[in-house]
Nanobody, 121 residues
Framework: QVQLVESGGGLVQPGGSLRLSCAAS????????MGWYRQAPGNQRELVAS???????NYADSVKGRFTISRDNAKNTVYLQMNSLKPEDTAIYYC???????????????WGQGAQVTVSS
């Protein structure tokens, strides 16, 4: 069993900051790419940022220069620091991780439960 548990969402004013965290737990052998996606009402889920186990990062154009993704491999945790937030960043944010469970050779994709981020004055 593998779980991803997110924390850190909330309500913030435009220009403000929030930090999301996502910890993977359970019978884990290896954790590969971890990332954050978001889904606003009426929109498809989209990639926000991702980070490989080696630390290489990728960002959506809409968040470059404002968001920073990082991870702590010892804790199987990924973070998303969000600065200069805009109303259009309002969405449910989901973490994702590609994980090999203990005793398995297959890599599977797991999702967190989602964290609401609302940017409004």
């Amino acid at each position: 069993q593998v779980q991803l548990v997110e924390s850190g969402g909330g309500l913030v004013q435009p220009g403000g900051s929030l930090r999301l965290s996502c910890a993977a737990s359970g019978s884990i052998s290896s954790v590969y790419t971890m990332g954050w996606y978001r889904q606003a009402p009426g929109n498809q889920r989209e990639l926000v940022a991702s980070v490989t186990s080696g630390g290489s990062t990728n960002y959506a154009d809409s968040v470059k220069g404002r968001f920073t993704i990082s991870r702590d491999n010892a804790k199987n945790t990924v973070y998303l620091q969000m600065n200069s937030l805009k109303p259009e960043d309002t969405a449910i944010y989901y973490c994702n991780a590609n994980i090999v469970q203990t005793g398995s050779t297959f890599r599977r994709s797991y999702w967190g439960q989602g964290a609401q981020v609302t940017v409004s004055s």
